[in-house]
């Protein structure tokens, strides 16, 4: 089955300790991003990629750095968790072939506790 | 600014009906999204909405009206399975999605 996948499903990770987080899609799609959501709050969206082209949103702190090294895969790496990081982060992909239409599928997400 | 406006929580009984609102306010309108989120885990698209009217897939339908910047989730012959958090998401004129905080929906025997 085409589909997102996050791992790992849980991290856990000391304050201060850099951590990567990774994305993988089978559905070819163009667009990739990254979301970040706290307890009873909307995602957030920290960056998103169409094909290579990396667009970061203005309010994401510089602590937070993605790479997309392929069309499949994308990684989100916290240099420097602080305790308000902890939350869950959560990859989605769209086709980016009709903006108007370009729904997004989301990978299961990845809980991210700071210790 | 741009604001999505939904209602934190909300109770219904099994079987019964339940309409959840939504109002948005955004730079242009490129087209509303219904989301459906278990606790713990990450949403799951329900439908889309570009012109004004109603859309039925099944148990679930969704509303639009673009002169009013509102729509409404409606589920149908609810289900305990139903209890999740649904967010309104609206896409504006640079194709980016402005998310709600999410209804909280609680399905009681």
């Known amino acids: 089955d085409a589909m997102v996948i996050q791992n790992p499903r849980y991290q856990v990770t000391q304050f201060g300790k850099p951590v990567t987080l990774s994305c993988s899609q089978t559905?070819?799609?163009?667009?990739m991003y990254w979301y970040q959501q706290k307890s009873s709050q909307a995602p957030k969206l920290l960056f998103h990629y169409y094909d290579k082209d990396f667009n970061n949103e203005a309010d994401t702190p510089d602590n937070f750095q993605s790479r997309r090294p392929n069309t499949s895969f994308c990684f989100l790496d916290i240099r420097s968790p602080g305790l308000g990081d902890a939350a869950m982060y959560l990859c989605?992909?769209?086709?980016?072939?009709?903006?108007?239409?370009?729904?997004?599928?989301f990978g299961p997400g990845t809980r991210l506790t700071v210790l | 600014g741009q604001n999505i406006d939904q209602p934190t929580e909300m109770t219904a009984t099994e079987g019964a009906i339940v309409q959840i609102n939504c109002t948005y306010q955004?730079?242009?309108?490129?087209?509303l999204f219904w989301y459906q989120q278990h606790a713990g885990e990450a949403p799951t698209f329900l439908s889309y909405n570009v012109l004004d009217g109603l859309e039925e897939k099944g148990r679930f339908s969704s509303f639009l009206s673009r002169s009013k910047g509102y729509s409404y989730l409606l589920l149908k012959e609810l289900q305990m399975k139903d209890s999740a958090s649904y967010l309104c998401a609206a896409m504006d004129s640079n194709y980016q999605l402005i998310w709600g905080a999410g209804t909280k929906l609680i399905i009681k025997p």
């Open positions: 955004t730079s242009g309108f490129n087209g």
């Open positions: 559905l070819n799609h163009n667009v």
């Open positions: 989605a992909t769209s086709p980016g072939v009709d903006s108007r239409t370009d729904t997004q599928y």
